[in-house]
């Protein structure tokens, strides 16, 4: 592409620093014109007229079995004495329940964490997935 000039200096050409942004404008604009038109074309909502009506979630929440364990590593279910067989047997049917229960898990302070390990572990095997671990909230002195 040659440019023609009126300088007197004749054939000397020196090369164009500038970028013609011309057409670059022109390309932006065509895009922007063509995503304008087919913008609105993309969303294939149907529109229905929904009919309202007012209700309350139902919320059953699962009861709650506390198994406790004293400093004498004596098992309890939600307060009843039991052996450790015993507890897994209520573990594996109370496992089966729909919606699963959720299972307390008390330990006196002095109770090794031996003793909390393998009430878990039972719990685990038998097919409990909700487990939590109930504290005393005030602060020791």
Do not use: C
Not at 25 to 39: C, E, G, K, P, S
């Amino acid at each position: 592409m040659a440019f023609g000039t009126f300088d007197a200096a004749g054939g000397a050409t020196r090369p164009m620093a500038e970028i013609n942004m011309i057409p670059l404008i022109d390309v932006m604009l065509v895009l922007l014109v063509i995503f304008i038109i087919t913008a609105p074309l993309l969303t294939n909502a149907v529109k229905v007229d929904l009919p309202r009506a007012a209700s309350a979630p139902n919320l059953t929440k699962p009861d709650h079995i506390q198994i406790s364990i004293d400093a004498q590593h004596q098992l309890y279910w939600n307060g009843e004495r039991v052996v450790r067989e015993g507890l897994r047997q209520r573990l594996a049917a109370t496992s089966q329940l729909q919606p699963q229960p959720e299972l307390h898990l008390r330990a006196d302070k002095d109770t090794p964490y031996q003793a909390v390990a393998e009430v878990m572990a039972d719990a685990a095997r038998a097919g409990m997935t909700r487990i939590g671990f109930i504290s005393d909230p005030h602060e020791a002195q």
